[in-house]
């Protein structure tokens, strides 16, 4: 078993407003010196055999048509290397 | 014959009831379509109505999309059946890429709740031609994920074929850009808007007028004469 991690982040030209929410209130908590925040969403797919190129394509296809909109976001793949059942 | 409207209920719809009253008091005939639905029960037009389809869990509309229901409705739509999208209706609709641009937050971050004043920007669609192009009408606006967004080319495209069917007047209340309530596509058969015509069909209930009515008695009268 793999695990392929879809990262979807809104694009850099649009607004992101959950954000600039979150950048607000850095400063009431004290932490200054951060100019932007954006807020994105990270998927963690857990793919049953071997991720190999046509399962990358198949999930590729996945993260266009459904796990990010394309119209306001972009998307990035990655496979994560799953540590063995570590206790 | 009476013509037959389609209401479709997704888990999580809301308005499918105060749907189908709206189009009984248009004088035609609701027909309560189900998410699973694999066909369309040869209904003469859909709405697809508010609420939060899913949960709205990923993005407003985006599970919707995939439906059963959605097949027969997309293949259809594209072929000339008239579909309305009312707020999550809107939101599927921009999903499924039966209309251009997409839904964001509302820009201040609140779910908002009003009686809205709009503009009728194009009264030639199947949805808008018992309004006058020009013509102001308040009905009520309810949602969290109102903000019209699309690229600069797609918005000059649109406002340059007319698709531009409501804008928002005196109070834009999500950042919708250009100030955009709903629009339309290019054939005029599916519009979507994010304020509730439904809400406003009899003058008990919702603004106290019936500013919504037309919609439902257009797409009627568009039915009978066809």
């Not at chain 2, 709009?118 to 309810?142: C, F, M």
């Amino acid at each position: 078993m793999a695990r392929v991690v879809v990262d979807v982040m809104l694009k850099p030209e649009i607004l992101d407003p959950q954000g600039q929410a979150v950048q607000r209130a850095l400063p009431r908590l004290g932490f200054d010196g951060i100019s932007d925040v954006r807020q994105g969403k990270r998927f963690e797919l857990e793919v049953d055999g071997p991720v190999d190129e046509a399962a990358l394509a198949r999930i590729h296809d996945l993260a266009e048509s459904f796990l990010a909109n394309t119209v306001i976001e972009d998307f990035t793949i990655r496979v994560e290397e799953v540590a063995e059942a570590v206790k | 014959m009476t013509a037959r409207i389609g209401v479709v209920t997704f888990p999580g719809s809301l308005d499918d009831r105060d749907t189908q009253r709206a189009i009984r008091v248009a004088g035609a005939e609701p027909v309560a379509l189900w998410h699973k639905d694999k066909d369309l029960k040869q209904v003469d037009a859909v709405v697809l109505c508010g609420g939060f389809s899913y949960g709205d869990y990923l993005r407003a509309g985006a599970i919707a999309r995939f439906s059963p229901v959605m097949e027969p409705l997309l293949e259809q739509a594209k072929a000339g059946l008239p579909v309305l999208g009312i707020c999550n209706g809107f939101q599927i609709l921009t999903e499924a890429h039966l209309l251009p641009g997409t839904m964001l937050r509302n820009d201040h971050l609140h779910f908002i709740c009003r009686d809205q004043k709009l503009r009728v920007e194009n009264a030639e669609t199947s949805w808008t031609t018992d309004y006058s192009a020009g013509q102001e009408i308040h009905i009520p606006l309810k949602n969290n994920d109102g903000q019209y967004v699309a690229d600069a080319y797609t918005l000059d495209k649109l406002e340059a074929e007319g698709r531009v069917a409501f804008r928002y007047l005196d109070f834009n209340p999500n950042g919708s850009q250009r100030d955009i309530a709903g629009v339309s596509n290019e054939a005029g058969n599916v519009v979507g808007l994010m304020p509730h015509p439904e809400h406003a069909v009899e003058p008990l209930i919702g603004t106290g007028r019936t500013d919504g009515l037309p919609f439902f008695t257009s797409i009627l009268k568009k039915l009978v004469n066809v």
